[in-house]
């Protein structure tokens, strides 16, 4: 009948500032969870989603001398206002033989480095991920190491290794071997894109590799299967969505990939990025520059969609 | 409980070691780890169509010794031989042996029929008569409906039927099974056991299971091998491990059970008399005994052995009664468990029956009782 003997606790005690704060802003319909999420989201929005509005923008206009060397969008004459979008940027991009190359050719470039990255850096990761506790993460910060020293200075340090008089032709040297031609071809694109990116690929596939339950490669071995049908059967399937990461992470950079192609690649290796460097800088023409830009975007964000969706239906267990 | 019926032509084998040729034969079997030795010279031989339980507590050795037979350790000395085979250098994929996992390990990213048909396909075996065989053992674990399923789509007592399934697939001749119903709730437990051992007997696979719970090796086994700090206690079938245990260790591992310290008085080829200054009496013992007059030994008795009263029993040859004072009482339905404060300082605990419903007589806290046994009732333990 009575409610005498219910205890009656007190408020948690809180830092008396945050009550007020916290009380003025649900007020206004701000819960604390909203200004955690604030912070990425405005963040995302000022540095990245706005500029791209901006290209995407740039990328409907013209060329035009002066500066900015772009015709405006909008333009205002006795009182109205005219909106100006020029389509033919994105028109040239089909038509020009250039700009389709180009693509493909970066498409095709990445998808082989992708491909070399992931046959070397499987089973690195799975070396690592087999290694005892002790060393694992000795072994990955081997990996990551690196990071340490820019990029720029690494594929330099590339170019050392493979001119004419470098290291390498001067071990081969010693047998009498004639030097061979390695910068400015392909050969060395690939060298730089896959030295570049392996890491991208090794520690995806590490984080899914070092989460294998050991019972699932004994019990396949309890039931008939030698090493390499377990790992065609269990580990391979089961390393997918790591696969599926590593790729990802190593494709999409390297399709817009500019500093290794032009320092060690050759006249005849065409990537999009390099494209788009003389677009902007040595013709000085913007809007053409946005919209290779604009159309790059929708050629990684096609592949990108598809992965994750193979990638969710892996997961979706 | 689920003793067999004793059959014109006797099922245990291992009564008659001379006409009955083991099918696993583990000899002076050592695993080290290191410096530790986590199994020490086992010598165990196990028979065709047995249920062996490997009995033991964290660090025992079981699992070592179960994972030495499945192909996943090899030993640092000693001979597994299965069915006549040495299994030394056999790689678990070439062992007529599976496994059936304590986390069941089945496989995530396959459907049931695709976890039990696994085996088989590494046999190369046609397609229809995998899916015979697929079939077969859905019905056999009851899981008609689930075959299209994945594990996570199942519930834990389904995953442990698949995982049962899977490794009996393949027509094993011994299966393993490493605390086969340790992740399920103890109703299904013990729904499962009996499951187990009908699915043992009509198949007449050789089981051999390592548990943790006692109460599911009793259920379960033929015999029981109990493990101690990687080396066999005792082995022996359920009825030999709780009421003719081996040694102290034995004694209070299975069950529970009071153990006390005595000097041998008499000893004569039927019987032997014991003094327990801690019992605050004799102990008569209606047996010989391989001692000698003076031996310090050990006397351990089951709660349930001893019987409480108020008026002073008979006892036997003027031993076998203590007095005591009722210190605790836990009433457990069936049962109530007396803790007796004896006046030679011991605490013993003595089980009695609720036969009468309610019972006002039924002795109290704080009374005074006589504990009594029959001069068979308790084994006299040396080591």
């Known amino acids: 009948m009575t409610t005498s003997h219910e205890p009656t606790y007190p408020p948690p005690r809180r830092l008396r500032p945050w009550n007020a704060v916290e009380k003025r802003l649900a007020k206004v319909g701000i819960t604390g969870r909203m200004l955690v999420l604030a912070a990425p989201v405005i963040w995302l929005l000022v540095f990245f989603l706005i500029p791209l509005f901006v290209v995407f923008g740039i990328s409907l206009t013209t060329k035009q001398f002066g500066r900015p060397p772009y015709s405006p969008l909008l333009t205002t004459e006795e009182g109205t206002v005219q909106l100006t979008l020029h389509l033919n940027n994105y028109i040239r991009l089909f038509t020009d033989n250039l700009y389709v190359a180009a693509y493909l050719s970066s498409i095709r470039i990445a998808a082989i480095a992708t491909i070399i990255t992931l046959l070397i850096g499987y089973p690195m990761a799975y070396a690592i991920a087999r290694a005892p506790g002790q060393w694992r993460n000795v072994l990955l910060m081997l990996v990551i190491l690196p990071f340490f020293t ?32 390695m910068m400015q071809t392909d050969f060395a694109v690939y060298v730089g894109l896959v030295y570049t990116y392996l890491p991208f690929m090794i520690l995806p596939l590490y984080t899914n ?95 990108i969609m598809l992965l994750q969706r193979a990638q969710n239906s892996v997961v979706e267990k | 409980m689920a003793k067999k ?37 086992v010598s165990l031989d196990i028979y065709r169509s047995e249920l062996f339980c490997l009995l033991g507590g964290s660090g025992s050795g079981k699992s070592t010794l179960l994972r030495m037979l499945a192909g996943f350790e090899t030993p640092t000395s000693g001979i597994i031989e299965i069915d006549g085979q040495d299994m030394t250098e056999v790689p678990p994929y070439n062992r007529p042996v599976n496994m059936m996992f304590q986390s069941y390990a089945l496989f995530p990213h396959m459907s049931v029929e695709q976890n039990i048909a696994y085996g088989l396909k590494r046999d190369h075996l046609p397609k229809a008569e995998i899916e015979a065989r697929v079939a077969e053992l859905l019905a056999l674990v009851k899981l008609q409906d689930y075959g299209k399923r994945k594990p996570h789509q199942l519930s834990g007592g389904q995953r442990q039927r698949v995982a049962l399934a899977r490794a009996l697939a393949k027509r094993p001749k011994l299966l393993l099974l490493d605390e086969p119903l340790g992740a399920l709730d103890k109703k299904l437990r013990e729904e499962t056991q009996f499951e187990l051992v009908k699915i043992q007997e009509s198949l007449g696979v050789t089981f051999i299971v390592v548990t943790h719970d006692q109460e599911e090796a009793m259920t379960l086994a033929t015999r029981i091998g109990v493990m101690n700090q990687g080396e066999i206690a005792m082995i022996g079938e359920p009825t030999d491990v709780y009421e003719y245990p081996n ?137």
């Open chain 2, 247 to 383: 040694s102290r260790f034995v004694a209070n591992f299975i069950g529970s059970t009071n153990t006390v310290e005595g000097t041998v008085t008499e000893d004569e080829p039927d019987h032997v008399r014991i003094h327990s200054a801690e019992l605050g009496c004799d102990i008569y013992v209606g047996h010989g005994v391989d001692c000698a007059p003076d031996q310090i030994l050990w006397w351990a008795i089951r709660p349930e052995k001893m019987i409480l009263s108020r008026e002073r029993p008979e006892g036997v040859q003027g031993a076998n009664v203590a007095t005591g004072i009722v210190e605790e009482i836990a009433y457990l339905g069936d049962i109530s468990l007396y803790q007796v404060a004896l006046e030679g300082g011991k605490r013993i605990r003595v089980s009695q029956t609720n036969s009468v419903r309610g019972n006002p007589d039924a002795i109290t806290w704080d009374e005074k009782v006589y504990v009594t046994w029959d001069d068979n009732a308790g084994s006299v333990l040396t080591v």
């Open chain 1, 150 to 181: 820019s990029l720029l200075l690494r594929v330099y340090a590339l170019t050392g290794f493979m001119r004419g008089n470098g290291v390498i032709n001067q071990f081969l040297g010693l047998f009498g071997i004639e030097p061979l031609v």
């Open chain 2, 5 to 41: 019926p004793q059959l014109a032509i006797d099922t245990r084998p291992w009564r008659d070691t001379a006409n009955n040729k083991p099918f696993v034969r583990i000899k002076n079997v050592t695993k080290k780890f290191g410096d530790v030795s986590a199994v020490h010279e």
């Open chain 1, 209 to 303: 590799l070092v989460k294998l339950d050991d019972s699932l490669l004994e019990a396949s071995a309890d039931l008939g299967a030698r090493p390499l049908r377990t790992f065609l059967t269990i580990t391979l399937p089961l390393s997918l969505p790591g696969i599926v990461a590593g790729s990802m992470l190593v494709f999409i950079p390297a399709i817009g990939e500019f500093v290794i192609p032009s320092l060690l690649g050759g006249p005849e290796t065409l990537m999009i990025g390099r494209v788009l460097w003389d677009e902007f800088f040595a013709a000085t023409n913007w809007p053409r520059a946005a919209a290779v830009a604009c159309a790059m975007l929708v050629v990684v964000v096609v592949p």
